[in-house]
């Protein structure tokens, strides 16, 4: 039994209730069911590829939050790492110039990633995408977060 005590869901389909069975005698008769069945076959076609078209703008929306989330998980990380003032110590200074390169490749390889998703973004809202509102707030905080890193990283090589 489920929440609703055992009642059964409503239909999808507007589904007519059961006829008697009838018998078919003229041939005006047989075309007009055949004409209802059809047009009931039409009604399931469209109904069932507006559902596929629902489904894929929703898989292309997992998409592009998981790809957003981890962009930001990693902002998130770098910010973290270019806001340690381990750098204050001179000791060690070959190794700390090291880890600045690789910190300023790994953000140079990352920039890519964001125009991609800048671009995937801006292709679902331009082709109204259900979640266009959400995607507009999502990437726009995720550009923010982009440029905050990029001023922190700038501040952290001068």
């Known amino acids: 039994m489920d929440e609703n005590g055992g009642a059964a869901p409503e239909p ?3 589904v007519p209730p059961p006829k008697e069975i009838q018998i078919l005698e ?4 047989i075309d007009n069911r055949r004409s209802e069945v ?7 076609k469209h109904f069932a590829q507006e559902k596929r078209n629902h489904l894929e703008e929703a898989r292309q929306y997992q998409y592009f939050k998981r790809d957003a989330d981890e962009l930001e998980i990693w902002i998130l ?3 973290q790492t270019a806001s340690e003032e381990s ?3 001179p000791t060690n200074l070959q190794s700390k110039i090291q880890k600045h390169e690789a910190f300023v490749t790994e953000v140079q390889a990352h920039a890519n990633t964001i125009t991609k998703l800048d671009k995937t973004g801006n292709d679902m809202i331009q082709q109204n995408h259900f979640e266009k509102e959400t995607i ?3 990437f ?3 550009i923010l977060t982009f440029i905050y890193f990029f001023a922190a990283e700038y ?3 001068n």
């Open 12 to 14: 999808v389909l507007e």
């Open 26 to 29: 003229t041939a005006e008769e």
């Open 38 to 44: 059809l047009t009931h076959y039409q009604q399931f």
């Open 77 to 79: 990380e770098k910010l």
């Open 87 to 89: 750098y204050r110590d």
């Open 136 to 138: 507009r707030v999502s």
């Open 140 to 142: 726009f905080f995720s």
């Open 155 to 157: 501040l952290f090589a």
